[in-house]
């Protein structure tokens, strides 16, 4: 299933204020907090109403749920939803940071543009080393803890196959943003909970249209993968919600299984 289409339609800007339809829907739920009408333990209404009550998309709701928790005033639970953790102090302040689908979103962006102009420069050694980088994120998808060192590799090299220092040094610091900002690195971690890894096939298909020194296919292939990115993100937390109600399952399988018959 392919939603990406609507990978860069998520959260809107607004037209009036600037403010993204995220920020707009966490500084309301501050409000509500702030005013008293959600104590602290209740649990917030369901994403599905949330989007319906402020007509914003599933997505928008889960950053501006995001937002609230790395702030310390909500916990969202596998399967159970979001609960109030903390109310605001009457001087809190309702700051953002960028978003993993903000970041990602300026990543299509820069590195597409960038894959577009590598393919021009690169060289033949440069793409051996990005083959062997393909095979050491294979390699780093085996194991439990991922690092996803290799990933950043592969896609800082590319950068720096573009021979333009201002591009290396803007993606690098996209890439730093990724464990910098709160939301970007809360989203990230509960992507790799959910067993999510980069998908060696969308490297081996950017690393093929380099080779091919095309840039209209190396822009493509980038920004497929990113789009990628996108939906595993967005769907990060269906896909844990999925994972514990398959263990609940199991477990009253066994627990009854196990009892005597009457």
Same mark, same amino acid.
């Given at each position: 299933?392919?939603?990406?289409?609507?990978?860069?339609?998520?959260?809107?800007?607004?037209?009036?204020?600037?403010?993204?339809?995220?920020?707009?829907?966490?500084?309301?739920?501050?409000?509500?907090?702030?005013?008293?009408?959600?104590?602290?333990?209740?649990?917030?209404?369901?994403?599905?109403?949330?989007?319906?009550?402020?007509?914003?998309?599933?997505?928008?709701?889960?950053?501006?749920?995001?937002?609230?928790?790395?702030?310390?005033?909500?916990?969202?639970?596998?399967?159970?939803?979001?609960?109030?953790?903390?109310?605001?102090?009457?001087? %809190?302040?309702?700051?953002? $940071?960028?978003? =993993? @689908?903000? /970041?990602?979103? *300026? !990543?299509?962006?820069?590195?597409?543009?960038? &894959?577009?102009?590598?393919?021009?420069?690169?060289?033949?050694?440069?793409?051996?080393?990005?083959?062997?980088?393909?095979?050491?994120?294979?390699?780093?998808?085996?194991?439990? %803890?991922?690092?996803?060192? $290799?990933?950043? =590799? @592969?896609? /800082?090299?590319? *950068? !720096?196959?573009?021979?333009?220092?201002?591009? &290396?040094?803007?993606?690098?610091?996209?890439?730093?943003?990724?464990?910098?900002?709160?939301?970007?690195?809360?989203?990230?971690?509960?992507?790799?909970?959910?067993?999510?890894?980069?998908?060696?096939?969308?490297?081996?298909?950017?690393?093929?249209?380099?080779?091919?020194?095309?840039?209209?296919?190396?822009?493509?292939?980038?920004?497929?993968?990113?789009?990628?990115?996108?939906?595993?993100?967005?769907?990060?937390?269906?896909?844990?919600?999925?994972?514990?109600?398959?263990?609940?399952?199991?477990?009253?399988?066994?627990?009854?299984?196990?009892?005597?018959?009457?």
């Amino acid at each position: 299933m392919s939603l990406r289409p609507k990978a860069v339609t998520f959260a809107g800007d607004d037209a009036i204020s600037g403010e993204r339809l995220y920020q707009r829907l966490a500084r309301g739920l501050f409000a509500d907090l702030a005013s008293g009408k959600y104590g602290i333990g209740d649990r917030l209404p369901a994403e599905r109403e949330l989007s319906a009550e402020h007509n914003v998309s599933r997505p928008a709701v889960r950053e501006a749920l995001i937002a609230l928790e790395v702030q310390g005033y909500i916990e969202v639970r596998v399967g159970s939803g979001a609960f109030v953790r903390r109310l605001p102090a009457q001087d %809190d302040m309702r700051g953002f $940071a960028i978003t =993993a @689908f903000e /970041l990602t979103e *300026a !990543r299509m962006v820069f590195e597409g543009e960038a &894959a577009a102009l590598a393919a021009i420069h690169i060289s033949d050694d440069e793409l051996d080393a990005l083959d062997r980088l393909v095979e050491a994120i294979a390699a780093e998808n085996l194991h439990s %803890d991922v690092t996803e060192d $290799a990933d950043q =590799a @592969f896609h /800082l090299a590319i *950068a !720096r196959a573009t021979r333009n220092a201002g591009i &290396a040094r803007t993606i690098e610091d996209l890439w730093r943003l990724r464990s910098t900002s709160p939301e970007c690195a809360l989203l990230h971690d509960k992507a790799r909970s959910a067993k999510i890894r980069p998908v060696v096939a969308e490297h081996s298909a950017i690393v093929l249209a380099l080779r091919g020194h095309d840039p209209i296919a190396a822009r493509a292939t980038m920004r497929a993968h990113l789009s990628a990115v996108m939906d595993h993100l967005l769907f990060t937390t269906e896909e844990r919600a999925v994972e514990e109600a398959r263990k609940l399952v199991a477990s009253k399988r066994a627990r009854y299984s196990s009892s005597p018959a009457s």
